[in-house]
């Protein structure tokens, strides 16, 4: 090998070596501002404090004390082997913006039921980048998860508070957003979006008393996933074991994680279930939601 050869050789590798570095350089930059400048949704996992508290934080301030459980009770899922315990997969999904938590939508699946529960969801209305693709980001995640992981799944169903009289512009618009984004969830997945006609009634929270949490009248709203073609009604026993999942699963095992004395709980809850049992149709009319 001549002189010139060596010299040469010695070129090309140093040159290789600045290229790689150039590369790792770019690579980095690139990461850095997707995981800055772009929202991504994440599981909230045991252990990562800071997304937790996060969470805590823009859950206690978007949602109404009356309406949900204590957070404490609410992280308590975040160990699996909760749910495990009732056969339930309950998660909640968080959507960061600048690493920071600027959504979240929570999930309970019941695995003997097959039904999907979303009983929360929420952002943070400061953060513009959030109010414009946080629900949305979350949505899809969701949409994939249900057709990946819960193949299984027959329905999604979620509550929405029914509109009253002494309801504030704001909180108008919110339940009307809350339809507007389930509605596209109902297109994502391909199917119909339904309001369950019932006299449905969400309990009162499993840690407050019935009269410092007054029942309150919901509308029961339900995505049917093994058929894509219009519904006209549900059978009585299909509408029943919605409620079961939802009363028995949710929130009576709520009531059991919060506190040892659930025996007045647990009446409560089957003298709502007896009273649907009594009063309910052998048919029950699904209204479609407008597309
Ligand atoms: C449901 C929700 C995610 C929809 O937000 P969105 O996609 O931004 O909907 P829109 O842009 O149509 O906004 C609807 C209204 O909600 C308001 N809003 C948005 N985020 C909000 C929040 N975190 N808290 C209070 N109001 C909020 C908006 O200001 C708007 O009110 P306006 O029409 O008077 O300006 C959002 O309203 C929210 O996070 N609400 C708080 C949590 C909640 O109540 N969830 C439902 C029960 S689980």
Redesign the pocket.
Known sequence: MTLNNIYNSQYIAEIATILSLINMFILFVLWTVKTLCYPKVIVLKKGDTRHINEFIDLYTD??DPD?RIPSDLITIYLDQSVGQSRNLVDMIYVCTYKNTVCGYLKIVYSNDYKILFI???????YEQKA?NKA?TLMLNKLTKVIEKRFIDCNSVVFEIEKPKHLDT??IV??K???I??FTKLSKKLDRFLYKIDIDYIQPSMPTETEDEHPEEKCLLMYIPLKTSTKMNHLNKKEVMQVISFLYKKVYQFQKELASHDVDIYCKYIDKLINKYEKNLHQKVNLIEFIK
């Open positions: 978007t949602i309406y009983p929360y969801m929420g952002i943070d209305r109010r629900v512009k704001n618009s919110q009307i957003a809350r507007r984004h």
